[in-house]
């Protein structure tokens, strides 16, 4: 088990592991071009079945396998529609069994999803909306469901065989935005007049309790979040979990860890796979990030979204691995630029802005200036698909080479895709053994698709030089005055700070909440309190050499 908060006042620490056991969120998958050449992959189920973890994602015209989290293969199917949202999927009777949402009106089962065949297993007219498909020990089987701006959730038991309802039960507690500030819509909470989405259930049962979790406030927004209620009753009533949200990362390269599952890995360990948006060109543009999970010893649900786009390990106690982000507003050289995609936005950590260059030839490039020798562990290559023509699955691959450079003279190769090649818009590579450079340059080989050469960002992982960023001090914090579900942290500037982590959270050791304040900013208004609950706050200072945790006071009542 892992607490949420990691210890006060270190520095994160560069254990000696398998550096090739790691991970960078958002997930590697090739996501699947939808109607208007853009990628998506959402609304998450992962299921193990014949030791293998099963991922079905919204509108990705198949699902993917893995043994190890890390990779993972996609197998196209035949036998149902593979273009629905919000798919669901359960193991019952050495079977899978699947439907989704959208008033889908089958459920369809297969004894082998590696060959991809299904047939239809029941008729389930009208259907279910983000539907979740669960079977308790004793066999009986339920579906939870929900989408909407002013509905709750409901909750069905089912007939095994026939999956024809046999009663049913409404879930009041899954929806109070009055007194919830994180289910009110907005990136910081803050459009309070908007419909508030509740949806994408899930359930977990653990020690006897059953952990029904929700989404909102909407997908396409940063603060789309899971709370959770509980009951000792699979039909509840259930009691909303106060340290709700649980799952929860509104800033960082990548936001959003809403509508997820919540699953256990083939060690016992726990795991989250949940929602993370672009919605730029579309507000179902979206990926999938991967969380650790646990229970604390007196049963709450845990999921660590702190740094959650940052490299990971898999395995033991899959902390952070202490390589830290050199990349930002670095300066950046590129070949040419596309109008309207200017190239510091390769570095400007937000994958909502992007650069492109003018074509997707071979003699466009990238370079950064990292500002002085470092030593590099890793890259992450964040493929923008600029005018690409892509539709569905695509057959073909990026191919690039990584470079680095002491001197913007004499370079050596770090990343070598120049042949072969893989549909990998989220390209993470660890290098074969930590580099040092200055300079890190991209040479594009080919686009996909007919796309320019365009990056989200190019994120270099690894270590800076220089002191570690000074403890923080003077924190203070308040509630604002007639909005219970707001507060302002302010605290004073630490040495040598390149940004700042705030984390709230119910109790110093589930700090579930993290907000990053870049920009020689020392000040953070968040909305997604819960009205009447007590809460403890921390400010951590980093830097490109680690970070500095705060330690928590209570501070907002």
Known sequence: MFAVVIGASVTL???????????????????????????????????RFKDRYWLFASHSKGYWWSHDLQNWEFVEPTGYPVNRYAPTALVMNGKLYMTSSENTPDVWT??????????????????????????????????????????????????????????????????DKANRGWEVVGDNNEIERAESFVEGSWMTKHKGIYYLQYASPGTEYKTYADGVLTSTNPMGPFKYAPYSPFSFKPTG??????????????????????????????????????????????????????????????????????????SRRKAVTVSSTLAGYPAGNAADEDIRTWWSAQTGEATEWLKMDLGAIKTIEAVQLNFADQDSVGKGISRDVYRYVVEGSDDDSNWRTFVDRSTGGRDAPHDYRVLARPERARYVRVRNIHMPDNGKFSLYDLRVFGHGSGPRPGAVTGVTAARRHGDARRATISWKPAGNADFYIVRLGVRPELMNQNFQVHDGVHSADVGSLNVGQKYYVAVDAVNEQGVTKGRAQILVR
Request: proline share 7%; glycine share 8%.
């Open 110 to 175: 297969t004894d082998d999803p590696l060959a991809g065949i299904w047939t239809k297993a029941a008729d389930i007219r009208p259907g279910y909306n983000d539907p979740c498909l669960f079977l308790d020990d004793d066999g009986r089987l339920y579906m939870y469901e929900g989408l909407s701006g002013t509905d709750t959730l409901r909750v069905f038991e089912l007939d095994p065989a026939t999956f024809q309802p046999l009663r049913r039960a409404d879930v009041p507690a899954s929806r």
């Open 253 to 326: 390269f990548v936001a959003g860890a809403g509508h997820s599952s919540t699953f256990q890995g083939v060690d016992g360990q726990w795991w989250h796979m949940g929602t993370m948006t672009i919605s730029k060109r579309f507000k179902f543009e979206r990926r999938l990030g991967l969380f650790p999970a646990a229970f604390s010893n007196d049963g709450a649900l845990m999921v660590d979204t702190y740094l959650g786009d940052y490299p990971r390990y898999l395995d033991g106690k899959r902390e952070l691995t202490g390589w830290m982000l050199l």
């Open 13 to 47: 620490p560069a254990v000696a592991r398998d550096r090739f056991a790691t991970y960078a969120n958002p997930v590697d998958l090739p996501y699947r071009y939808q109607f208007r050449s853009l990628r998506e992959a959402a609304d998450p189920t992962v299921v």
